[in-house]
């Protein structure tokens, strides 16, 4: 559905995008990750033909969206990160404006206002004004909007911003709802726990580089092999027995880091896999190091964002 | 399918109590212009003065909503498009299949559609003189639709404004620097030196006399018919012999030569033309602003 290759802006010498490139197969809830200034919302405004990529390309079911704008605006539904409000219009005849903007008929306007007020369960409210409406209400309006012309991918830019936890599981909700149609979806966050609860697949991006792109499963299989691992002592061992152990490990060459957590508790962050771990035990326990426990700490997808943004 | 742009601005506009605000004070300032002028025609007794007052309150009439037009034709527009990038609801626009030049259009359609309202309510007052006797109904129509040239070229002034600047605020005062600049560069020819030949015909009766309309057309300055203010004065002047006691042909001065070129040409012919340069004008502005929204919706903020 979606092909990005070798996309790159630059505002300037800033480059806010750096080559990315990435496929993103029909019907999948695509997740778009990274921290502020990631790249995010630059990649997703070039997709919805808003910013011209300074060299790349991004086709959409094989339409160039520089080349054929008008051709991708038919295929694509965007919904930014804010919620333009405008004043004296109700919600039926936002919906219906919009649908007049994308052509639709008379009748096809009021099919799809009244289809898509029930979807994101605004029903109730088709005759109350729009700057009447709450924030979630307003973000489930604006997604309803996007979807007036029956597009086949969704761009979403951080829909559930500034929502409280109702509204955001509302939200996920409808998302699901979406995905189950067949849209293809693609949205945007700096929450890496929010969509992967969702998502079929994500893309991590930092500092307008590519750092992950692939299934919640795959990232987390990577990210475990990067887990810090723990390393109890004896409880009352002894301060000495501490300084050993930190000395015995600082000798190893694959130790980055040694963090003393508690009086008894060490965390060390090593480059390596399970051969490397096993050394560790090897070399604590050939020491007579008191070790009670000795794990990798788990990752929480929170922490394998961190991880990764701050290794970009 | 009628522009959405424009029936939807125009909803919005109607639902503003503003509009009502804005359509009230237009006729106040109409009527009170018009009592003002014409209290001696409303007596028991018809006079030749009273007849008078007639045409000066058509010309005092067409004066003051010309100023009016000049006036808030630029704050009325100057918001559009600046507005909907304040909002942040342009990229909302920009994103459906609607090109920049249908946004541009049905807004300006929305504003000059403001200013139709306005002259439509205020026709009856216009007419009054007509009533009186001072002027043809012809010529009151004629006077309207100098007018509504003249919004539409205002308009299209403030869209540009509109188009160019990031806010309303910033907009507004674009737009009332652009009528400024316009007024000032298409009134500069007023205040030059006419070529030798020019001079010499129009500072001799006897010649200007045998100049034909044609000719002293083509001897004014071309960019004197793109100001809006020197079409009115030679349409009130073809009308009702406005400003005719000023125009001695024996006398010499820049003024009172394009005066005098613009008498010997006919003032509603010079009106129909500076009309037609000040439509073109306008569109050709309308089309700059298209431009300028484009433009500006690719350039955008960059956020993450």
């Known amino acids: 559905m979606l092909r990005l290759d070798k996309l790159t802006k630059q505002y300037g010498k800033f480059t806010a995008l750096d080559g990315l490139s990435l496929e993103i197969a029909d019907g999948q809830l695509h997740?778009?990750?990274?921290?502020?200034?990631?790249?995010?919302?630059?990649?997703?405004?070039?997709?919805?033909?808003?910013?011209?990529?300074?060299?790349?390309?991004?086709?959409?079911?094989g339409v160039d969206v520089v080349r054929s704008g008008s051709k991708a605006r038919k295929l694509i539904g965007y919904m930014p990160d804010f919620f333009g409000v405008y004043d004296s219009l109700k919600c039926w005849e936002y919906l219906d404006f919009y649908g007049r903007c994308y052509r639709l008929s008379a009748g096809e306007r009021k099919q799809m206002a009244d289809q898509l007020l029930d979807l994101v369960q605004l029903t109730e409210k088709r005759d109350?004004?729009?700057?009447?409406?709450?924030?979630?209400?307003?973000?489930?309006?604006?997604?309803?909007?996007?979807?007036?012309?029956?597009?086949?991918?969704?761009?979403l830019d951080e829909p559930a911003s500034g929502m409280d936890p109702r509204a955001r599981a509302e939200m996920k909700g409808i998302l699901k709802t979406l995905r189950d149609m067949g849209k293809t979806v693609m949205i945007s966050s700096h929450i890496?726990?929010?969509?992967?609860?969702?998502?079929?697949?994500?893309?991590?991006?930092?500092h307008g580089h590519l750092v992950f792109s692939g299934s919640v499963e795959e990232l987390s299989e990577k990210m475990n092999g990067n887990a810090p691992l723990d390393i109890r002592l004896q409880a009352g061992c002894?301060?000495?027995?501490?300084?050993?152990?930190?000395?015995?490990?600082?000798?190893?060459?694959?130790?980055?880091?040694?963090?003393?957590e508690e009086t008894t508790l060490l965390r060390a962050r090593l480059e390596g896999g399970?051969?490397?771990?096993?050394?560790?035990?090897?070399?604590?326990v050939s020491r007579n190091i008191p070790v009670c426990d000795f794990h990798r700490a788990p990752m929480n997808l929170e922490k394998v964002f961190m991880e990764v943004t701050v290794d970009a | 399918m009628l522009n959405p742009i424009l029936s939807f601005s125009a909803t919005r506009r109607m639902r503003?109590?503003?509009?009502?605000?804005?359509?009230?004070?237009?006729l106040a300032v109409m009527l009170g212009t018009a009592l003002l002028m014409m209290g001696r025609l409303l007596g028991p007794e018809v006079t030749v003065n009273g007849l008078r007052s007639g045409t000066n309150c058509y010309i005092v009439l067409m004066i003051v909503q010309f100023f009016l037009i000049v006036l808030i034709s630029p704050a009325m527009t100057s918001g559009t498009v600046a507005g909907e990038r304040e909002r942040q609801t342009l990229e909302l626009l920009l994103v459906t299949n609607t090109r920049s030049l249908r946004i541009v259009w049905g807004k300006a359609m929305d504003s000059f559609g403001m200013l139709c309202l306005l002259l439509v309510c205020g026709a009856p007052v216009m007419f009054l003189p007509a009533v009186a006797g001072a002027v043809t109904p012809l010529q009151v129509l004629e006077g309207e639709l100098f007018l509504l040239v003249t919004a539409f070229a205002a308009v299209c002034v403030g869209m540009l404004a509109s188009a160019v600047a990031r806010t309303s605020m910033a907009g507004g005062i674009l737009a009332y620097l652009f009528v400024f600049g316009i007024a000032v560069v298409t009134s500069l020819p007023l205040f030059l030196d006419y070529p030798q030949a020019v001079t010499d015909i129009v500072?001799?009766?006897?010649?200007?006399?045998?100049?034909?309309?044609?000719?002293?057309?083509?001897?004014?300055?071309?960019?004197?018919?793109?100001?809006?203010?020197?079409?009115?004065i030679a349409l009130l002047h073809g009308q009702t012999r406005f400003l005719s006691s000023a125009l001695q042909y024996q006398q010499t001065g820049r003024l009172l030569c394009s005066f005098n070129l613009m008498d010997r040409a006919g003032?509603?012919?010079?009106?129909?033309i500076s009309s037609g340069a000040v439509l073109l004008l306008g569109l050709a502005l309308l089309f700059l602003s298209a431009a300028f929204v484009r433009r500006r919706g690719f350039g955008g903020k960059r956020k993450g």
């Open chain 2, 16 to 26: 503003s109590g503003k509009t009502l605000v804005i359509l009230g004070a237009w």
């Open chain 2, 267 to 272: 003032g509603e012919r010079i009106a129909l």
């Open chain 1, 238 to 260: 002894g301060e000495e027995t501490v300084e050993r152990a930190v000395a015995c490990l600082k000798e190893l060459p694959f130790i980055r880091e040694i963090l003393q």
């Open chain 1, 31 to 61: 997740g778009f990750v990274g921290p502020n200034g990631a790249g995010k919302t630059t990649t997703m405004r070039i997709i919805s033909t808003l910013l011209q990529p300074t060299s790349g390309t991004a086709e959409i079911d």
């Open chain 1, 192 to 206: 890496l726990p929010e969509l992967s609860e969702m998502c079929d697949s994500l893309t991590i991006l930092d």
């Open chain 1, 128 to 155: 109350a004004y729009v700057d009447s409406l709450s924030r979630g209400m307003k973000q489930r309006l604006c997604l309803a909007r996007s979807l007036i012309h029956d597009p086949k991918l969704l761009i």
């Open chain 2, 203 to 232: 500072y001799d009766p006897r010649a200007l006399a045998q100049l034909s309309p044609g000719a002293a057309t083509a001897m004014i300055f071309p960019v004197l018919f793109l100001n809006p203010g020197y079409g009115l």
């Open chain 1, 274 to 284: 399970e051969a490397e771990t096993q050394q560790i035990l090897r070399e604590l």
